[in-house]
Structures are given as C-alpha cells and as structure tokens.
C-alpha cells in the first residue's frame, strides 16, 4: 500500500508542478527525434517564419521535472520511520562490498540478454517504437550539464528510487504477508512486483524487457537479503542503456 501511495503521490506531483513548468516555457515532452520529424519541423519553422527551436526541454531541466516523483518514492519509506519502519530490517538496506561488482554484472548481462529477446518483440511491434521512447530522452541532452544529469537521473536516482519501493517495499511487503506459506510467497512477490514495476513505465512495446529485469532484481534481492544488490543491478542495467545511447 505504501508503494502505491508513494508512487501515486509522486508521480501526481511531477504531473502538475512538472507540467505547469514545461508550458509556462513553451516546451513540449513529446517531440520526436526522428530524422524525419525533426526536417519537418525545421522546414515547417522556416517555412512560416519561426524561430528555428525543437521545443525540448534542456537536460537538466528534464532530470529536476522528476524531482517530485522521486521525492514521493523515497519520501513516504523516510516519514513511515516514525511508524517503526527499520530499513536495514524491513527493507534489507545493507550491503557488502561483492554486491558492487555482482549486482553491475547481473544488470548488464540482464540488458545484453533483452537484446535478442526485443527480435520477438518486433514481429509484433514497429522496431522503431521500441527504442523510440530513449532516443526521444536522449535528444534532450546537449552539454556536459545535461550529461551529467542524464546519468544522474537514469543511473543514479532512478535505481534507488525504484528499488527502495518495488523491491524494498513492495516485494517485501507482499512476501512477508504470505510468510507461513514461504515458497508461494515469494513466487507471488517477485511476480507482482516485477509486474508493477513494468506497468508504472508506461512503456507497452518496453514491458517483457522492464518485467524481466524486475523479477531478475527481485531474485537477486530473495538470495542475497540485501537490497543493495538490487540496486546495484538497476544501475548496471541503466547504465548499459546509457552508454549505448551516448555513444
């Protein structure tokens, strides 16, 4: 519940305050970076007098606009403190020094894995649909600023975020509630949190990837007992995206 509330509020939050930003500049989130897209846009702004601009959002200013969410995703596990949350106890936040190197190699194998796995998904799916969402992101990126922001928001915030509520609190929480029946418990917890954690994207085309990764955190998590592993993971898996697309 808490998971759903942090989320919600979150993301709430991000909407109005984040949108109230974006169109008090003029700016618009859904402009594509397509080479088609952008000579017609330019050709139409030349064509019709108009300053010569994408309309995108800087970098940077994208990485704060998510500010309000992920305040919401850390925010509500930080004042449930006072409710008696123990976050080495109830959300495994402890780490040892082989979760670095275990949890990076586990996300970046994870990504290379999705690789062939995204060929089935494109006999159904237009395969520039697939990894349109990312480069659309990635054409906001213009200066070491945004750089840094970039990578900040995809492999640093956005994996402990997501981590302390879809591993931390909500696989733990659906898994602990079942705990007289341990191995049906853990099965419905990975699945159901995998299955969040995908869905919260709203990314269709990017869902069997998303829900992958997620039950391959969530494993990582159940053997380890910590979550640091899993967080590890989620930045390896990030991270792999990024240079990828930076590159």
Known sequence: MLALVAFGGGLFLAILVGGSIVAAQGWRLDVSAAIGAEAGRTAMQFGQNL???????????????????????????????????????????TMKP??????????????????????????VADRRDVGQAAEDLVAH????????AFVVMTAVMAPLAEEI???????????????????????????ASSLVFAISH?????????FLFGVVAAVLFQRTG????????????????????LA
Do not use: C, K
Request: aromatic share 12%; hydrophobic share 55%.
């Open 226 to 245: 910590r979550l640091a592993t899993a967080i590890w993971a989620h930045v390896g898996f990030n991270a792999t995206t990024v240079i990828l697309l």
């Open 141 to 148: 990126v213009d200066g070491l600023v945004d750089v840094f």
């Open 51 to 93: 300053p010569l601009d994408d309309l995108r959002p800087p970098g940077f200013v994208l990485a704060l606009l998510n500010l309000p969410l992920w305040v919401g995703l850390i925010g509500v596990p930080l004042l449930d403190r006072r409710n008696g949350l123990d976050w080495r106890r109830d959300l495994g936040w």
């Open 165 to 191: 509520v879809y591993r931390g609190l909500l696989y733990r929480g659906i898994r602990d509630m079942e705990a007289s029946h341990h191995n049906l418990a853990v099965g419905l917890a990975v699945v």
């Open 202 to 210: 709203f990314q269709f085309v990017q869902f069997p990837g998303l």
């Open 98 to 123: 082989v979760d670095v190197p275990l949890g990076l190699g586990v996300g970046v194998a994870t990504q290379f894995v999705l690789i062939p796995l995204y060929e089935l998904v494109w006999l």
